[in-house]
């Protein structure tokens, strides 16, 4: 059944509910008030009736029946029985054999219903004070009977009105409100099955739906974003994977045609593993993004800058050597929250960006500030830098720009998984502003509040 139904369904039931109860609870009450003013009227002739009796003959006097609901007097049924049950004196009304005395009429004070012929009569039945008697007095009940009959039939007309008014007046406010709602679930459809393109606009109106409806629409956004991202991953690490897949079966193949000469052999053996080592360096850059983006609360231990820095920086000492870079870190004493292994690889993965583009005998500084509650590590270069058209997709996996940073043997994730592993953190890596040559990068982390309480790193 869909939303719609149901919400309709649940309004017109709970309405026909409500007004037949309500209907049901305004008869009754209406006919219970016009029994109790019958009864009050009955048994105020009946005490009259059986005072005179007892003062007297056992007869019943010329004064009138009861009269209750503005109608009246109503016929006078009465009957007069002594000790043994036996009819001492009747009135005429009782045209029929009147009833006799028992359990129903023994019961003092207490009123009943009972048919006299063809007449329904309402009665009591009360002492007749200093002597072995008792006296019935009953008068019709047509009276409040057709009042009632006429109130079902009325009721019954005014619910069944209610009920359809009701009815339609719900059909078509369920029809507005979930008017909608229909649209949203249209465009899920149509997203569901592959089309990016649908949104939801203004057609779900204002208020909540229509918060919803915006909703729903940034996150088709997001999620178009996310996977043109995807599918621009995947192209670009097909794309890197090409080239050392390419080059190591072209060794191979040399391999296998010059296989008698061993110097050959040797050397196509030597590139086959460089083609190897990058393979082997992208597939594990590619592994790390993939869980750093996946990684939403990662383990916070507290570590400490310095401690991070050097373990980031010892690896890429030989590489500096080797292009004549000077590496300068400068004193750290904050600590950060975090998973040590990522934070480290972090740092590691800006220091060898810098590294790789800092000219021959060129400088890369890093240094520590503070930002309020926010700890600042930057990492300086005098390389090319970046350009401003550059500037904007530099964290992009994969991402070359015009100067070509990061093509010297990285697998062009180093910046990108610096970013996410940042963001996991609940910080962020961003290009700076740097006056002079070369690149700025700024990473941006939540400070520790002891320095104490610092772990190292495993």
Known sequence: MKFRSRVALFAIASTTVTLGLAFAGVAAAFNSLQQKQLDEAILEVALAEAEQAAAGDLVFSDMPGPAANAVGPFPKYGIIYDGDGTIVAKTDAFAAEPPSLDARTQRLGKFFDFTSGDTRLRAVVVDVKGRPHRLLLAAPREDIDDDEAFLVRGMIVAFVAATGWSTLLALALVQTITRGHDRIAAVAGRVASGDLTARIGDAAGGGEVGQLGRDVDGMIERLGAVIAAQHRFIAHAAHELKSPLSALHLELQHAERVAKDGRDVTEAIAGALASTRHLRTLAEDLLTLARAEARSA??????????????????????????????????????????????????????????????????????????????????????????????????????????????????????????????????????GRKESAGARFVVRLPGATMLGETRPVP
């Open 298 to 431: 990662p383990a916070h231990d507290s570590c400490a800058v310095a401690q991070l820095l050097q373990l980031a920086a010892e690896p890429l000492r030989r590489r500096a050597e080797e292009r004549g870079v000077t590496l300068h870190l400068g004193r750290a004493e904050a600590a950060v929250p975090g998973a040590p292994r990522d934070l480290t690889r972090l740092l590691g993965n800006l220091l060898q960006n810098a590294i790789d583009h800092a000219p021959q005998g060129g400088h890369v500084m890093v240094r520590e500030e503070r930002d309020g509650d926010h700890v600042l590590v930057v990492v300086d270069d005098d390389g090319p830098g970046v350009s401003e058209g550059d500037a904007a997709r530099i964290f992009e996996p994969f991402y070359r720009g015009a100067t070509e940073r990061g093509a010297e043997g990285g697998s062009g994730l180093g910046l990108a998984i610096a970013r996410e592993i940042a963001e996991a953190h609940g910080g962020a890596v961003v290009l």
